[in-house]
């Protein structure tokens, strides 16, 4: 049977979360515009420096922070490439912090689509719903 739209992406995300380099989190995101892949992005390290599975995690309060999130790596991948997000759905396996809440804001999503409610944080919650995101949690099993 032929997937719905949603499905169709987030299955896509979950292949890209397979690139990820910390291993605390697997996350993939993908932003789309008018059923068209804009940038895709996966938690990893900076260019050129250490990943996590290579040196270990660099943790500082409970959080690592050798690597940056899928949703912010999407977005430097479309600034990196001249590509507008303005009006793009963000499909993401993870629902995304408050961090990546305020750059997907900023980077114009209209519509974030999640799979995993990791660690849910109130003020994203309360951040997304003040922008006017629709905010739609996809039941996905990537198997």
Known sequence: ?????????????FAVSERSTCDRAFVG????????????????????QAHCDETGHLMVEGHCVRTIHAETNAIIQAALHGVSTKDAVCYVTHLPCI???KALINAGIIKIVYSVAYRTDENALNFIKN??????????NPA
Do not use: H
């Open 131 to 140: 922008a006017g995101i629709e905010l739609v949690q996809k039941e996905f």
């Open 99 to 101: 961090q990546c809440t």
């Open 29 to 48: 995101c993908v932003l789309v515009k008018e059923k068209r892949i804009l940038t895709t992005g996966f938690n990893g390290s900076p260019a050129g």
């Open 1 to 13: 049977m032929r997937p719905d739209w949603d499905s169709y992406f987030m299955k896509i995300a």
